[in-house]
């Protein structure tokens, strides 16, 4: 049983073999009391990230174009690289190219021109709406006869049932293309990525899975699955920072996949200004233009710290952090009208918990200006909570915890109701 006391979160943040990670992040010296928990929006900066980014704008006015022959031109590919064994995948599997939106269209458009005579898209109702925007677009571009069929599921819990069913059904010898991101960006839902993609293999379909949600906090192995085709944002547990470039993965044993959007950083020979260039090897062949440089260098400190701090044991403090974090809640925010939106089950959720509040609005804003705790909130009711096991502790989720009470028992729904920011 959890010691859920303080002294019970002392002691584990004392015995915690990723607490010195925490130094390795940039923290506001005039906001010392900052609770982060939206490091699965936008991740913290490394520090390393910091001085490597003056370091970056230094070698762009001194050695100006020189400096792409000096290792600049394969950044996407040497990062890639790297990721590559967060991910289980082979070097040449996986580049940094373009954001995962864009990534999604790039790679569900080849999967649908791999499957001639298959004119379905399969996702459930828990995917992110840019990518059920962009595999639509992706169908539109395939022909009229295309579409995205969206499963529906219970809000909290991927639509298991219903894809079997699909897979298994009368129509399944329609289905193309399996998306869905792996852990839910609302409810934390996370599928088991082996069986899924089995599932999806055997009724002859391709898959296609967003890892947004969970690279650096959940243990991918790619390889071992057989994925065929995979896309990811940078910039949140991996803390690349705004706007990062994705990371997009292609199965080397899918030679079949082509870029439609091809370009001249995606062929055999950018440098012979060919017309009739081939594709490149490996993902490399998805690149189009130009790589962003600045953006794509800052991945790398972020991914050398999540390498160093190790998947299992990222995931071990994840899950006790989520454990941890819903007992609390079941004991102390429940009696305040908060719903538990995230499965219980740890080996099916990723790194966030989600609660719905008929005030999340207001509790987030309460909580932002007046509390120095960070969540995030989804319309109509839901806050959702980051735990990222590389700068969170445990004695900060029994801190949040009590801070939100606070500020429902004193009153900061009535001072934040009908505030809005951009950015909730
Ligand atoms: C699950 C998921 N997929 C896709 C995206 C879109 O990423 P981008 O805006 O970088 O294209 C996001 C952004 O938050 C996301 O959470």
Request: negative net charge; glycine residues 10%; proline residues 6%.
């Amino acid at each position: 049983m959890t010691d859920l006391t303080p002294a019970g979160a002392s002691a584990l943040d004392a015995a915690d073999p990723l607490a010195g990670f925490r130094g390795a992040f940039v923290h506001d010296d005039a906001d010392p009391d900052l609770i982060y928990l939206d490091g699965n929006s936008l991740g913290r900066l490394p520090v390393a990230s910091a001085t490597m980014a003056e370091d970056l704008v230094r070698q762009w006015g001194h050695r100006l174009i020189r400096v792409w022959n000096e290792g600049w031109f394969e950044i996407a590919q040497r990062i890639g690289d790297r990721l590559a064994e967060l991910v289980g995948a082979e070097p040449g599997e996986v580049v940094l190219a373009d954001s995962t939106s864009i990534a999604l269209y790039k790679t569900a458009t080849a999967a649908l021109q791999a499957r001639p005579g298959r004119t379905r898209i399969l996702t459930d109702d828990l995917n992110f709406p840019s990518d059920v925007q962009a595999l639509r677009a992706a169908a539109e571009a395939a022909g009229p006869d295309h579409g995205v069929v969206i499963l529906p599921t219970d809000g909290i819990h991927g639509a298991v049932g219903a894809l079997s069913d699909a897979l298994s059904g009368p129509d399944a010898a329609d289905v193309a293309l399996v998306s869905l991101s792996q852990v839910a960006f609302r409810s934390g839902w996370c599928w088991d990525l082996a069986d899924t993609t089995r599932m999806v293999h055997e009724a002859g379909a391709l898959v296609l899975w967003d890892l947004c949600h969970s690279v650096g906090v959940v243990p991918i192995d790619l390889g071992a699955a057989e994925v065929d085709l995979a896309v990811g944002c940078t910039y949140k547990y991996l803390n690349g920072g705004p706007g990062s470039p994705a990371l997009l993965y292609v199965n080397a044993a899918r030679t079949e996949l082509r870029n439609p959007l091809r370009g001249w950083l995606g062929s055999d020979d950018p440098m012979a200004f060919s017309f009739d260039a081939g594709p490149a090897e490996g993902a490399s062949r998805f690149l189009t233009g130009t790589p962003p440089v600045l953006s794509a260098a800052l991945v790398e400190p972020g991914v050398d710290l999540t390498l160093e701090a190790g998947m299992d044991r990222i995931r071990a403090k994840s899950t006790a952090l989520t454990e941890r974090f819903i007992a609390l809640a079941d004991m102390h925010l429940a009696p305040l009208g908060f719903e538990l939106r995230t499965p219980r089950d740890p080996g099916r959720r990723g790194s966030h918990v989600s609660l719905s509040h008929v005030e999340a609005q207001a509790v987030g804003q309460a909580l932002v200006n007046e509390s120095h705790t960070i969540p995030d909130f989804r319309p109509p009711d839901l806050l959702r909570f980051g735990f990222a096991p590389l700068y969170i502790g445990y004695a900060d989720v029994d801190e949040a915890v009590r801070r939100i009470v606070e500020v429902v028992e004193s009153g900061g729904i009535d001072r934040w109701r009908g505030v809005q920011s951009v950015v909730p």
